[in-house]
């Protein structure tokens, strides 16, 4: 069973020694996908005045500041480039913080080297999002449970590009299985420090996220190598 206290431990160590400071990485991360959602927001604000004049009518509609309206296709482009961003950044963050687990220098480019099998990256989060949106019809709860289930499906594909998205996910569900409510009472323990970060402008947030990151590479190490799951 996975010690919570020394893992958070470890995690900590690892992202004292990255080579490349984890910090600056998490920074250019949360700007990037911060930028494109911001980017998105705007493109579609337009949309949803239409959507609250609907719902409220045009007086509570007309509280909204004023955007100038975007062409359709232009709103759903941005939407798709901004989606397909957050797949590529994702992978790569992914990438960064197991090199590190292993002692390696990752330079700030490993951040796009989910270039090299974007495709399967495109599949694997559709094919998760189906899932996890199949599991959640039945009630919040499985969705939720279904979210852990497929937790390291991502880190899976990193590591192993070559191998298939349903092989990956096959793998997670294997990883996982047992480690489910651990998973859960990690992500828990990192609550408070969340809610800090967000009381500090978002300054604390540059703090945790890497921590949790590394935490998260740290449990799927763990269950990686873990006889149990090797064996199954």
């Known amino acids: 069973m996975p010690d919570r206290i020394q893992i958070k431990e470890e995690a900590k160590q690892v992202v004292r020694g990255a080579r490349v400071n984890a910090y600056l990485v ?18 579609g604000a337009s949309r949803t005045v239409d959507q609250v004049a609907e719902l409220y009518g045009q007086q509570a509609a007309a509280m909204l500041p004023a955007f100038p309206e975007f062409p ?42 989910g270039f090299a099998f974007l495709g399967k990256l495109i599949l694997l989060n559709i094919v998760m999002g189906i899932f996890v949106y199949l599991w959640s019809l039945l009630f919040l709860i499985p969705g939720i449970i279904a979210q852990y289930r497929y937790r390291f499906a991502i880190y899976n594909l990193c590591e192993n590009p070559e191998i298939g998205i349903l092989e990956a996910i096959n793998m997670s569900k294997a990883q996982t299985a047992g480690f489910k409510w651990q998973l859960f009472v990690l992500d828990l323990s990192f609550l408070g420090w969340i809610i800090v970060g967000s009381l500090c402008l978002g300054v604390g947030t540059l703090w945790v996220t890497p ?14 190598t873990c006889p149990s799951v090797a064996e199954g």
């Not at 998490?26 to 493109?43: C, M, P, Q, R």
């Open 26 to 43: 998490t920074l250019i991360v949360l700007a990037v996908t911060g930028l494109l959602e911001a980017l998105d927001s705007y493109v």
């Open 72 to 113: 359709v296709l232009l709103m759903a482009f941005v939407a798709a480039v901004n989606w397909l961003a957050q797949v590529i950044i994702n992978a790569g963050w992914s990438i960064y913080h197991l090199g590190v687990r292993q002692g390696k220098e990752m330079p700030y480019g490993c951040l796009l080297d």
């Open 211 to 224: 921590y949790m990151e590394a935490a998260n590479a740290q449990f799927y190490e763990y269950v990686r």
